[in-house]
């Protein structure tokens, strides 16, 4: 079945550090990809997508890139700060009209 | 840009009880909602999805006696947790796309359930 594996956290980074979060997926057909942030006791916000291989998807300095040949959409950013410690959510939207989540990756980012 | 809330963000009952959490698109319908559950540390599971107007359909090993949805408008979807035990006890996040599909969802803020 559909799946996606991200790396295991917790990723602990200083300030303005890169960061990459490595996501990869199994599915069937050329899913929509996506990452979502989640911030301590709250719900799932939308960080970026990507629909189609080579697509680049980002938003707040984050980017990840549809990678077909690789079943890859690593996230990145180049300078991260305290205020993203949050959990990620690397995601595909499946031929079934649903949503498969990675397990998530925390990241603690310290100043 | 769409939102969704969840009431109540929080819930503490005893063993037994029921509990109805609800879940509603603000600014867009959604014909389809879902229901996810995440334990601590853990990614999101996803438990049913909610049809406006027909039965939920529910995920392999979800008991649906149990966690009872109703999708009563295009803005409403309702999940209660009958009989609430323990192991009960988790966040509980709906989530809904656009009317007229679409593969982006957007979350509500989630609901903590605690049974003592």
């Known amino acids: 079945g559909d799946s996606v594996t991200q790396m295991e956290g917790p990723v602990t980074l200083s300030e303005e550090a890169f960061l990459t979060i490595n996501c990869t997926y199994t599915a069937t057909g050329y899913p929509s990809l996506f990452w979502y942030v989640q911030y301590p006791g709250e719900g799932l916000q939308l960080l970026l997508k990507a629909t189609k291989a080579d697509d680049k998807g980002s938003n707040k300095g984050f980017e990840a890139t549809y990678r077909k040949e690789t079943t890859s959409f690593h996230l990145e950013k180049g300078s991260v700060q305290v205020s993203d410690s949050a959990v990620y959510f690397c995601a595909l939207y499946n031929q079934g009209g649903k949503l498969i989540f990675g397990q998530g990756t925390e990241l603690s980012v310290k100043p | 840009g769409a939102v969704v809330s969840q009431h109540p963000s929080w819930v503490i009952c005893k063993s037994g009880t029921s509990v109805k959490i609800e879940c509603r698109s603000l600014d867009f319908q959604a014909t389809t909602m879902f229901w996810y559950r995440q334990f601590p540390k853990q990614s999101l599971m996803l438990m049913a999805t909610?049809?406006?107007?027909?039965?939920?359909?529910?995920e392999q090993g979800v008991e649906k006696d149990k966690f009872l949805i109703n999708h009563a408008s295009l803005t409403l979807s309702t999940l209660t947790v009958t009989s609430a035990h323990p192991e009960d006890s988790s966040f509980y996040i709906c989530?809904?796309?656009?009317?007229?599909?679409?593969?982006?969802?957007?979350f509500g803020p989630g609901t903590r359930l605690t049974v003592l």
């Open positions: 909610s049809n406006e107007g027909s039965k939920a359909t529910y």
């Open positions: 989530s809904a796309p656009l009317a007229g599909g679409g593969d982006t969802q957007y």
